[in-house]
């Protein structure tokens, strides 16, 4: 590290919280205080930032040159205005925060006490444990910042052992939203496909879907819709329909999904070109029947398979 080290406060030290706090003071930056009451966050500050005093966040705002609010999006607005209102933040102090959906207003508070304000947001998933520390090489940061704090905002991602991606104020919660669809709803999928494996029979859901899902994300992230294979590409209407005779019978949980991205899918394979038009509709009037039955189903108060 080739600047000076800051003091560091966390005040929400859950898991990104600790961990960037913990990767800051490997960089050589001093962390002396952190801000938590769960036990959760407790653990996580005594395994991560040994030594470390937990204390109120105004205490922890005063103590230090660099103040990391990781706490909750909702949460965010109320504690910088609490923060400013006690006169807990000073002149030329850097107040950070890490929600993605955020960018500088939230921190206007902050601005008007004299505090230099950023967000700086991992574009990670969290275990809030040691393991993310070596998660955070590479990981890419969505920066904004005003013109005078651009360079100390690199330097902190480059101590995080981040690369910067610069987002404009007003694109902040689009650039949210395109990372929680990517990662959050992928989740969802996953588990989906997991539970109708299960329900066919699989004694290891995962380990069936491994090898298939990480050649798909990896040829997704490098080649986009060219990826895309299966049924719905080959315009396989008689496989389409058996797939979801036999999700309402057995995993109709999960049909709501399959339904949305089977016709999301559809609809970019048809603006490539992949599939021909009469088959795209006939896929189209398949799925279409099925979102009336499932509506049918829940204004009746029937379960799917009630026929």
């Known amino acids: 590290m080739s600047h000076p080290a800051l003091r560091v406060g966390v005040v929400g030290a859950g898991r990104v919280g600790a961990v960037l706090a913990a990767r800051l003071r490997a960089a050589g930056h001093e962390v002396v205080a952190a801000a938590g009451a769960s036990d959760a966050t407790l653990q996580r500050i ?4 040994p030594g470390v005093v937990n204390a109120k966040p105004t205490a922890v705002a005063r103590a230090c040159d660099l103040l990391l609010l990781t706490v909750p999006d909702d949460m965010l607005d109320n504690v910088v205005s609490t923060l400013a209102a006690a006169g807990a933040l000073h002149e030329g102090q850097l107040v950070v ?7 500088l207003a939230v921190l206007e508070p902050a601005r008007a006490a004299g505090a230099r304000t950023a967000a700086i947001h991992p574009a990670m998933t969290f275990t809030g444990t040691a393991l993310d520390l070596d998660r955070l090489a590479g990981c890419v940061f969505g920066l904004t910042a005003a013109a005078g704090e651009r360079e100390v905002a690199e330097r902190l991602v480059a101590d995080l052992g981040g690369r910067p991606m610069w987002v404009p104020e007003e694109m902040r919660t689009l650039y949210h939203a395109g990372l929680a669809h990517g990662s959050n709803h992928l989740v969802t999928l ?4 997991m539970e109708v494996l299960a329900a066919a029979g699989a004694d290891d859901p995962a380990g ?4 298939l899902l990480v050649a798909a994300l990896d040829n997704a992230l490098a080649h986009g819709d060219a990826a895309l294979t299966g049924p719905i590409v080959r315009g396989d209407v008689g496989t389409v329909r058996a797939h979801l005779e036999d999700i309402t019978a057995n995993a109709p949980q999960t ?4 339904v949305a991205l089977a016709r999301a899918t559809l609809g970019r394979a048809v603006t490539d070109g992949r ?20 509506a049918g189903d829940a204004s009746t108060g ?4 009630a026929r």
Do not use: Q
């Open 275 to 294: 599939i021909v038009p009469l088959r795209a509709m006939r896929i189209h009037e398949l799925l279409d029947e099925h979102s009336e039955a499932r």
């Open 190 to 193: 996953v588990t989906e496909a």
């Open 302 to 305: 029937r379960p799917a398979d």
């Open 208 to 211: 069936t879907l491994r090898p």
């Open 46 to 49: 005594s395994a991560l930032l």
């Open 97 to 103: 925060h890490t929600s993605g959906r955020h960018g």
């Open 255 to 258: 049909k709501a999904s399959y």
